[in-house]
């Protein structure tokens, strides 16, 4: 009876052999399951790739980088796209830099939420690097656009002042 038991115990080894190689291959990789290892592998960098480091928006990257040069413009905001966090912009010529245009403005230190309403005068800061873009800070409503005219009756003549 011990050799029966002997037998079936040894083909039950031997199955279970021939499963563990069929499932490792002995292949390309090399036995003992390399290949699903690889793939192991290759899906959890994948994952980790993914769950990595959270993307910066653009509010929250830096006001100012080294070398930029900066100028201050005047427009009126038209458009506003929060996912990019930026501003369409229909400003005045930048004396030195461009000339009058309707343009896209990335916004930094703001959300473009909190900024004043579309077809509001503002006055801002233009950032501009050689290899970093161009972005805007300071935006803010134009002190000019809020304030009433003067009326001639409150000027005083120049030979009184």
Known sequence: MRGGADQSH???QREAA???QDDCG????GGGGGFQRMKTLTFTLL???ACGKEKIGNADKPLSV???KTYAMQGKIVGRD???NALTLDHK???GYMEAMTMDYI????KVETLPPNGTAITATLHVTEDKGIWITGVRADDAARRPPESPAAQQPAASR
Not at 26 to 29: D, K, Q, R, T, V
Not at 107 to 110: E, L, M, P
Request: charged share 25%; proline share 8%.
């Open 18 to 20: 021939e499963e563990q």
């Open 82 to 84: 929060p996912a990019e």
């Open 10 to 12: 040894r083909g039950a």
């Open 26 to 29: 002995g292949g390309e990789f």
């Open 47 to 49: 994952l980790a790739l």
């Open 107 to 110: 916004v930094r230190g703001a």
């Open 93 to 95: 010529a930048i004396p």
């Open 66 to 68: 080294a070398g930029e």
